[in-house]
């Protein structure tokens, strides 16, 4: 078993800047590849980042890519989300997802934790 926790979401005007967390416990994290998810009203939960066990390879959203970064802390059991340059449409709930595997992947079913999710709301 794995539990995630996010935090960091919050309010931000366009064009800002916030760094999401997500802490993990109970299980080796160093062992999973780690990704975001986010779901805007509505909409179905899509793929936003994904970071090997290592930090060494990361895959990203064509919608984020070159604003958002994805980077771990194994000492920490921690996982980030820096996302710059945001926009009105990134406004949705962040969730962290666990995948206890070694390949990259962006299809949420593959992913076998999750944690609650976080709010990200951009204004114009």
């Known amino acids: 078993q794995v539990q995630l926790v996010e935090s960091g979401g919050g309010l931000v005007q366009a064009g800002g800047s916030l760094r999401l967390s997500c802490a993990a416990s109970?299980?080796?994290?160093?062992?999973?590849?780690m990704g975001w998810f986010r779901q805007a009203p509505g909409k179905e939960r899509g793929f936003v980042a994904a970071?090997?066990?290592?930090?060494?390879?990361?895959i990203y959203a064509d919608s984020v890519k070159g604003r958002f970064t994805i980077s771990r802390d194994n000492a920490k059991n921690t996982v980030y989300l820096e996302m710059n340059s945001l926009k009105p449409e990134d406004t949705a709930v962040y969730y962290c997802?666990?995948?206890?595997?070694?390949?990259?992947?962006?299809?949420?079913?593959?992913?076998?934790?999750w944690g609650q999710g976080t709010q990200v709301t951009v204004s114009l």
């Open positions: 109970g299980h080796t994290f160093s062992r999973y590849v």
């Open positions: 970071i090997s066990w290592s930090g060494s390879s990361t």
């Open positions: 997802a666990a995948r206890f595997a070694a390949s990259l992947d962006v299809r949420t079913y593959q992913y076998n934790y």
